[in-house]
């Protein structure tokens, strides 16, 4: 059973900086593709940043030179670093990653981690 926990969500002032983890469990990590979306209030989720197995990165527009996404293959875990944080990123961000199960490909998602940016 797959298995994402989100965790370092909460409140800090614009300029601030905060990091997400996710611990995952159930998958074989050091395989797994990761990215972060970010949902908020009253919008779609949306696409931050994704991480291959093997490091490389890659961000939406908005949060390039800002946020750092990186992983520990030793402990499962996926990190989102934000710095210079603004209202606008404010939403509850998410950990997911897929796998193929018996030929289809299947999204996992953590139950997510509510990030608030105060102006």
């Known amino acids: 059973q797959v298995q994402l926990v989100e965790s370092g969500g909460g409140l800090v002032q614009a300029g601030g900086s905060l990091r997400l983890s996710c611990t995952s469990s159930?998958?074989?990590?050091?395989?797994?593709?990761m990215q972060w979306y970010r949902q908020a209030p009253g919008q779609q989720r949306e696409y931050v940043a994704a991480?291959?197995?093997?490091?490389?990165?890659k961000y939406s527009e908005s949060v390039k030179g800002r946020f750092t996404i990186s992983r520990d293959n030793t402990k499962n875990m996926v990190f989102l670093q934000m710095n210079s944080l603004k209202p606008e990123n404010t939403g509850v961000y998410y950990c997911?990653?897929?796998?193929?199960?018996?030929?289809?490909?299947?999204?996992?998602w953590g139950q997510g981690i509510q990030v608030t940016v105060s102006s």
């Open positions: 159930g998958i074989i990590f050091s395989i797994a593709a």
């Open positions: 997911n990653t897929d796998k193929v199960v018996l030929g289809n490909k299947v999204d996992y």
């Open positions: 991480i291959t197995s093997d490091g490389r990165t």
